[in-house]
């Protein structure tokens, strides 16, 4: 699996480096992943190693969907091994389904931002029309809609609307990899709570960041 992409770095117009949404949803607790972990473990399996095998396949399925919706081919075989290709074979089809269903026309496709009012980055995988309303999309291969996916979602939806963006939908969009479940895509209705939970983490966030230097500089 190609291992190239790098992390985006989101800067102010000042040059200041600023967090990402995922950054500071990171404080947040997940109880789901580490009951994951452990029935990970009580099946005698590294946690880790099927976690970033996941990840890997959850990423290309990721780079053929927004190719797809992109209108690019792309030569799989020229950057993948033919069996990490293998892997996205059943979440594909199911990308396909939820296509037949919806007529898209995409504005922006993995564009970065930064919210210089509210000071972090992101990337929202979709905004655009679909089914003629404009339309914040994020395309999840995980085992289950999550709160957070929201929070990230409400985030998503700010730097649009801070640069002149409107949002008429906002929608997670699960393609599973797993054979007999079928896609999901959950509306997230009304955002402004998980717009507030969002702003609660950036707060712990950078409260815990600060409490972090002040014990450092006792240390000095």
């Given at each position: 699996?190609?291992?190239?992409?790098?992390?985006?770095?989101?800067?102010?117009?000042?040059?200041?480096?600023?967090?990402?949404v995922?950054?500071?949803?990171?404080?947040?607790?997940?109880p789901?992943?580490?009951?994951?972990a452990w029935?990970q473990?009580?099946?005698?399996?590294?946690y880790r190693?099927?976690?970033?095998?996941?990840?890997?396949?959850g990423?290309?399925?990721?780079y053929?969907?927004?190719?797809?919706?992109?209108g690019?081919?792309?030569?799989l075989?020229?950057?993948?091994?033919?069996?990490?290709?293998?892997?996205?074979?059943?979440?594909?089809k199911k990308?396909?389904?939820?296509?037949?269903?919806?007529e898209?026309?995409?504005?922006?496709?993995e564009t970065?931002?930064v919210?210089?009012?509210?000071?972090?980055?992101g990337?929202?995988?979709?905004?655009?029309?679909d089914?003629?309303?404009?339309?914040?999309?994020d395309?999840?291969?995980?085992?289950?809609?999550?709160?957070?996916?929201?929070?990230?979602?409400?985030?998503?939806?700010?730097?649009?609307?801070?640069?002149?963006?409107?949002?008429?939908s906002?929608?997670?969009v699960r393609?599973?990899?797993?054979v007999?479940e079928?896609?999901e895509?959950?509306?997230a209705?009304?955002?402004?709570?998980?717009?507030?939970?969002?702003?609660?983490?950036?707060?712990?966030?950078e409260?815990?960041?600060?409490?972090?230097?002040?014990?450092?500089?006792?240390?000095?």
């Open positions: 699996m190609s291992k190239t992409q790098a992390h985006t770095v989101y800067k102010l117009s000042d040059g200041t480096r600023v967090p990402s995922t950054t500071y949803l990171g404080v947040l607790n997940k789901a992943i580490i009951h994951w029935e473990g009580a099946a005698g399996l590294d190693k099927v976690r970033d095998q996941a990840g890997d396949t990423s290309l399925v990721h053929r969907i927004l190719s797809a919706l992109e690019v081919d792309v030569d075989l020229a950057t993948y091994h033919p069996n990490d290709i293998a892997t996205t074979v059943v979440p594909m990308f396909a389904a939820w296509l037949r269903e919806h898209v026309a995409p504005i922006l496709l970065p931002m919210s210089e009012a509210h000071r972090f980055g990337t929202p995988d979709y905004y655009g029309l089914n003629h309303k404009l339309t914040l999309l395309f999840k291969t995980s085992g289950a809609v999550y709160p957070e996916n929201f929070y990230q979602l409400a985030a998503y939806k700010k730097l649009l609307e801070e640069h002149g963006y409107e949002v008429e906002a929608r997670v393609i599973s990899k797993i007999d079928a896609f895509d959950r509306p209705g009304n955002l402004e709570n998980a717009w507030k939970i969002f702003l609660a983490c950036q707060q712990i966030y409260l815990q960041k600060a409490s972090r230097r002040t014990l450092q500089e006792k240390e000095e």
